[in-house]
């Protein structure tokens, strides 16, 4: 499969995992200029009752942690990220015209 053809694989699935009702996908758009997300990608899993966790990715690779002042930190770098973000049905619609080509 071809660079584009995975890439736009990858959007679809992104489009189809944002109908779900527990799941939220945001963009944030190159307009939005610096901000914290560009410090490293991380993801938030809340789970009912179980403690949250948070998988920190850098360059050197990534780790999950329940560690409460590295999961306060990413909280509040997305805190700050998520007003930078396009609104749900303006994201997917983006992705999904992203998707088309």
Excluded at 36 to 63: H, K, Q, T, W, Y
Excluded at 65 to 78: C, G, I
């Amino acid at each position: 499969m071809a660079p584009d053809e995975v890439m736009r694989a990858q959007f679809r699935h992104l489009a189809e995992m944002s109908r779900r009702p527990h799941i939220t996908v945001q963009v944030v758009p190159y307009a939005a200029g610096g901000h914290s997300g560009l410090l490293g990608a991380f993801i938030v899993a809340e789970m009912g009752d179980l403690p949250a966790i948070v998988f920190l990715e850098d360059a050197c690779g990534g780790r999950v942690t329940e560690d409460a002042a590295m999961m306060a930190h990413a909280m509040r770098n997305f805190d700050a990220l998520r007003p930078e973000a396009l609104q749900r049905g303006v994201s997917r619609d983006l992705i999904e015209k992203s998707a088309e080509g």
